[in-house]
Nanobody
Framework: QVQLVESGGGLVQPGGSLRLSCAPSGSIFSINSMGWYRQAPGKQRELVARISSGGSTNYADSAKNRFTISRDNAKNTVYLQMNSLKPEDTAVYYC???????????????WGQGTQVTVSS
């Protein structure tokens, strides 16, 4: 079974920065795309950023020029560097990984448990 271990959330003042990280545990054979989503209270979960196995990225408009997604394939880890944070970035951030486990012939998508990011003075 695959579990996604997230870290890096917390409380930060407006204009501050946070770095989220996420790595799948388990016997991973191959990872396709990795990404971050977020869900604010009363709102639907939305894409923040995704990165493909080849390193191509796409961002929500709200994240462009402030957030940077990256991955370390040697560590099977995805990062989200968030700069110039705003109160409207407050949400639970979820890691999302599409991967194939050893012994399996297909890819599945897994979700992390979520990490709270609060931007407030």
């Amino acid at each position: 079974q695959v579990q996604l271990v997230e870290s890096g959330g917390g409380l930060v003042q407006p204009g501050g920065s946070l770095r989220l990280s996420c790595a799948p545990s388990g016997s991973i054979f191959s990872i396709n795309s990795m990404g971050w989503y977020r869900q604010a209270p009363g709102k639907q979960r939305e894409l923040v950023a995704r990165i493909s196995s080849g390193g191509s990225t796409n961002y929500a408009d709200s994240a462009k020029n402030r957030f940077t997604i990256s991955r370390d394939n040697a560590k099977n880890t995805v990062y989200l560097q968030m700069n110039s944070l705003k109160p409207e970035d407050t949400a639970v951030y979820y890691c999302n990984v599409n991967c194939r486990v050893s012994g399996s012939s297909y890819y599945q998508t897994y979700w992390g448990q979520g990490t709270q990011v609060t931007v407030s003075s």
